[in-house]
């Protein structure tokens, strides 16, 4: 008997039992959409997470206050960086383009009758150059503003809508802690980067919201919550974190561990590439047990088989058919149960995929080597699972077979 002539009998045998073949293919179509969706969605959580260190600007460290121990023992945040910090890194470090500086808080901010609470950002001038963002109407804030104190704000595009609908906000007023602010632009709308959400954020000159909304608490000048800076390019980046290094070590006269962290875009990526990687591979790990299971599965019904089709295979030996013409058609069975269910449980996992990107910000990513490989170990362990009861087959005495028949 060729090879042709068992896939046939074969698929006329699946199909006579379509109930038991559907439900020996299920473990098989779970196994194989849980694998295939888990790591879509790690490999879409990898592209959000990297699009979104990529909309922070191009080539940009982030220093915080306080070393990576501080930061991770105490809930305040220490008061190590200062305005005159970020103001002597622009000035003396020669691989930085540009600084920017930010103070965060969060407070009410009312416009006539409406009032809602958003993130207040005192900044630099020099934030949309360093952060990469544009004005969508008005102007930024200048360096005069941020000498004098002004009272103006930017603000971003779903505040605008929040506050003022469609009407055009520039020259507005706002109150932010019982001071009145008058709006001179609107950002872009450029959507949520690590946690803050700028569109629905207001940025006021960093001296304005030192001097008028939270106070000094630091005694060398207005404290930071992070600085910005900005590289020549990524091959100075290196270079660039071991001046700003030395500088800040020099200025705040550190003899022992940093009161400071450099953050850069490339470590970011690397530590998260390898938290979502092993998340990913210990989600990949726990939903390939159910292929396991669908392949036992596999096994049972095809040992029940074999004992159900004793009769048939003792006529099939004694006409001639030989022990691999057997073990070949049990074999083929397997596989083919295994397979199929490979390709219907690999379409449910790139469903439930593209649904998890339709309804959440992930992406929609599955690279077509894991598709051809979660189809391969779906045939693989049909072949594995299979053979067993294959050789069982194939190793019934004809005579016997007929007797007990």
């Known amino acids: 008997?060729?090879?042709?002539?068992?896939?046939?009998?074969?698929?006329?045998?699946?199909?006579?039992?379509?109930?038991?073949?559907?439900?020996?293919?299920?473990?098989?179509?779970?196994?194989?959409?849980?694998?295939?969706?888990?790591?879509?969605?790690?490999?879409?959580?990898?592209?959000?997470?990297?699009?979104?260190?990529?909309?922070?600007?191009?080539?940009?460290?982030?220093?915080?206050?306080?070393?990576?121990?501080?930061?991770?023992?105490?809930?305040?945040?220490?008061?190590?960086?200062?305005?005159?910090?970020?103001?002597?890194?622009?000035?003396?470090?020669?691989?930085?383009?540009?600084?920017?500086?930010?103070?965060?808080?969060?407070?009410?901010?009312?416009?006539?009758?409406?009032?809602?609470?958003?993130n207040i950002i005192g900044t630099t001038p020099s934030f949309p150059l360093v952060r990469e963002f544009d004005t969508a109407q008005g102007r930024f804030f200048s360096e005069i503003d941020m000498k004098r104190n002004n009272q103006v704000t930017v603000i971003g595009a779903e505040l605008a809508q929040r506050l003022f609908a469609n009407r055009n906000p520039v020259g507005k007023q706002l109150r932010i802690k019982n001071f009145s602010f008058q709006v001179v632009g609107v950002l872009e709308e450029k959507g949520s980067t690590l946690g803050i959400n700028y569109d629905e954020a207001t940025l006021i000159p960093i001296t304005t919201i030192s001097n008028k909304i939270v106070g000094r608490t630091s005694p060398?000048?207005?404290?930071?919550?992070?600085?910005?800076?900005?590289?020549?390019?990524?091959?100075?980046?290196?270079?660039?974190?071991?001046?700003?290094t030395n500088l800040l070590r020099l200025r705040h006269k550190i003899t022992g561990e940093d009161d400071f962290t450099i953050h850069t875009q490339?470590?970011?990526?690397?530590?998260?590439?390898?938290?979502?990687?092993?998340?990913?591979?210990?989600?990949?790990?726990?939903?390939?047990?159910?292929?396991?299971?669908?392949?036992?599965?596999?096994?049972?019904?095809?040992?029940?088989?074999?004992?159900?089709?004793?009769?048939?295979?003792?006529?099939?030996?004694?006409?001639?058919?030989?022990?691999?013409?057997?073990?070949?058609?049990?074999?083929?069975?397997?596989?083919?149960?295994?397979?199929?269910?490979?390709?219907?449980?690999?379409?449910?996992?790139?469903?439930?995929?593209v649904l998890v990107a339709s309804l959440t910000p992930l992406e929609a990513g599955i690279s077509a080597s894991v598709i051809a490989t979660a189809l391969c170990v779906s045939g693989g362990i049909g072949l594995f699972f299979g053979v067993f009861p294959a050789r069982r087959a194939a190793k019934l005495d004809p005579i016997v077979a007929l007797r007990s028949a």
């Open 1 to 118: 008997m060729n090879l042709l002539e068992s896939l046939q009998m074969a698929g006329k045998t699946l199909v006579a039992n379509k109930l038991r073949s559907t439900l020996t293919m299920l473990g098989i179509i779970i196994g194989n959409a849980s694998v295939i969706a888990m790591i879509g969605v790690g490999e879409g959580a990898q592209k959000f997470v990297a699009k979104e260190l990529q909309s922070l600007g191009t080539n940009v460290l982030f220093v915080t206050p306080g070393n990576q121990e501080t930061q991770r023992i105490s809930r305040d945040v220490p008061k190590t960086l200062v305005l005159a910090d970020a103001e002597a890194i622009g000035t003396q470090v020669p691989t930085v383009t540009a600084v920017s500086a930010e103070l965060n808080s969060r407070l009410l901010v009312t416009y006539k009758n409406r009032n809602t609470n958003v």
């Open 220 to 244: 060398y000048g207005i404290e930071l919550s992070y600085l910005t800076a900005s590289v020549k390019n990524e091959e100075s980046v290196d270079a660039a974190v071991f001046q700003i």
């Open 266 to 353: 490339k470590y970011a990526m690397q530590t998260v590439g390898q938290i979502t990687g092993a998340l990913t591979f210990m989600l990949a790990a726990i939903a390939a047990i159910s292929l396991i299971v669908g392949g036992i599965g596999i096994m049972n019904i095809m040992l029940v088989s074999v004992t159900e089709r004793t009769q048939e295979i003792g006529l099939r030996k004694a006409i001639g058919a030989t022990q691999q013409d057997i073990l070949t058609q049990f074999i083929i069975e397997a596989i083919i149960l295994a397979g199929a269910g490979g390709f219907i449980g690999t379409g449910l996992g790139v469903g439930g995929i």
